[in-house]
């Protein structure tokens, strides 16, 4: 049984793309996509941005889970193309690019702790969005891994590459980035990409765990400790260029397109 049950909220519960619940102080944002693994598409950054900037003060933990087999599979490859055929000039994908780092940013400087619910696979952009999250809990059997260099796209989506290196390193990230290997949850921890995992049936359990103490403290001191946290996270990247990641994006696939003659 969930220690934390959960119960819809009276208004905007089901959205195109996330459905969310909420217990008290605790908000649940699950994404709701389990079709096409969850993928991130325009829709859902869309989504995401609407219900994280409009949150209710009172809420002080926010738990980003998802639906299906798969926590994230990343970002929508066709609607990339779609995009290209609307604007060869890639306008699309800047704005896609601008919408991602804004939903990574909600993310990280939420005035709840934001918690990630992770199982199945989280891969690219789904990784990225647990990585904006405080805490990273994992199911046992998930795995991880960033294919965008294999894609042929680069590794430039909400911020991610800075955020992996202040949390993980610059070498093992140049290693994760340049192979594109799938590693386990286990690999991910001793990383500090996740700073627990847990048998699958035990991640509410998990979650509870972190939420219910978080719940109790002291909401003017939970603000500042998590702005403090951020600020120095922040002071450690010495050059932080992903301001610049929809740019990068779209420059690089408009001319992967050009070079194969489709745009």
Avoid: Y
């Avoid at 409009?54 to 490859?77: E, I, K, M, N, Y």
């Amino acid at each position: 049984m969930n220690p934390l049950p959960l119960k819809a909220l009276p208004t905007g519960a089901l959205r195109q793309t996330l459905r969310t619940h909420r217990e008290g102080p605790v908000l649940t944002v699950e994404l709701n996509t389990p079709e096409p693994g969850n993928t991130v598409t325009d829709a859902l950054l869309d989504d995401l941005l609407a219900v994280l900037e409009d949150q209710d003060p009172a809420v002080r933990v926010v738990v980003l889970s998802a639906r299906g087999d798969d926590f994230c599979l990343g970002g929508d490859r066709g609607e990339f193309s779609r995009q290209l055929a609307h604007d060869p000039t890639g306008g699309g994908i800047r704005l896609s690019g601008t919408k991602a780092r804004r939903v990574c940013d909600v993310l990280t400087a939420n005035p709840a702790v934001t918690i990630a619910r992770v199982h199945g696979k989280a891969i690219g952009a789904g990784l990225a969005l647990a990585l904006a999250c405080d805490l990273r809990v994992g199911a046992e059997d998930a795995t991880f891994r960033l294919p965008e260099l294999a894609l042929g796209l680069p590794t430039a989506w909400g911020g991610l590459l800075p955020r992996l290196i202040s949390e993980v390193g610059a070498a093992r990230v140049r290693e994760l980035v340049l192979t594109g290997r799938a590693f386990t949850a286990a690999e991910a921890h001793s990383l500090s990409i996740l700073q627990r995992v847990v048998p699958a049936h035990e991640l509410d359990a998990a979650v509870a765990d972190w939420a219910r103490p978080i719940v109790r403290r002291p909401p003017a001191a939970l603000r500042v400790t998590k702005t403090l946290l951020n600020s120095l996270s922040h002071a450690s990247r010495l050059a932080d260029v992903s301001a610049l990641d929809g740019e990068l994006m779209a420059a690089v696939v408009t001319e992967s397109q050009r070079a194969r003659g489709l745009v």
